[in-house]
């Protein structure tokens, strides 16, 4: 059981890794031209949304069987839907992108903190898991607690977002691959 829920998890570590280069990648834009990144900030999340969604659904399908694997296509549901919502209407206003960005960020930031301590059988002594549903909540109630801060504004918190977020993805994309060694060599010794 242990060991088919292994091979499910560590199966699918390149998730992690794409979603990591996309958040290094708005990083980069966010901080190498904010101007253009502001401008096309409704579509890039959009993007981002839809594409991290998608990931997020096929590693919740790939892990099914194992605990809250629900939980991954919920998060993928939610930011798929959102990311189509903001294509849709993409001229909404900065306090509506402000506040999307921010709802999105409390509640992935929530389902991944309660997917690491769910996981942590797996990925045993690993923080980064956990450390990214922090990193993303605190995005949120940041965004929350400075509304007006404008789009510019936005743009450098999704930057120094995605610098940490890319950070603690590819850890974790690393310490998911490696989690099947370390299971076994757990089981052997546990023997």
């Keep these: 059981m242990v060991?088919?829920?292994?091979?499910?998890?560590?199966?699918?570590?390149?998730t992690f890794l794409v979603r990591a280069l996309c958040a290094f990648g708005i990083a980069a834009w966010a901080f190498a031209s904010p101007s253009t990144m502001e401008t096309g900030l409704v579509y890039l999340l959009a993007a981002y949304f839809i594409v991290s969604g998608v990931i997020e659904i096929i590693a919740g399908v790939s892990f099914a069987g194992a605990d809250q694997w629900w939980a991954l296509i919920l998060v993928?549901?939610?930011?798929?839907f959102l990311g189509f919502y903001m294509l849709v209407t993409p001229g909404i206003g900065p306090l509506t992108v402000a506040y999307l960005v921010a709802?999105?960020?409390?509640?992935?930031?929530?389902?991944?903190?309660?997917?690491?301590?769910?996981y942590r059988q797996i990925?045993?002594?690993?923080?980064?898991?956990?450390?990214?549903?922090?990193?993303?909540?605190?995005?949120?109630?940041?965004?929350?607690?400075?509304?007006?801060?404008?789009?510019?504004?936005?743009?450098?918190?999704?930057?120094?977002?995605?610098?940490l977020a890319g950070i603690a993805l590819t850890v974790l994309a690393v310490r998911v691959k490696n989690a099947g060694a370390d299971v076994k060599q757990r089981l052997s010794t546990s023997s």
């Design 3 to 14: 060991s088919d829920l292994v091979s499910q998890v560590t199966s699918n570590w390149w």
């Design 76 to 80: 993928g549901a939610l930011q798929a």
């Design 103 to 118: 709802i999105w960020a409390i509640a992935v930031g929530l389902l991944e903190f309660v997917s690491a301590i769910r």
């Design 123 to 163: 990925l045993n002594n690993d923080f980064w898991w956990g450390f990214l549903g922090v990193l993303t909540i605190a995005l949120g109630v940041y965004i929350i607690m400075n509304p007006g801060i404008g789009l510019l504004g936005i743009v450098y918190a999704i930057g120094v977002y995605g610098v």
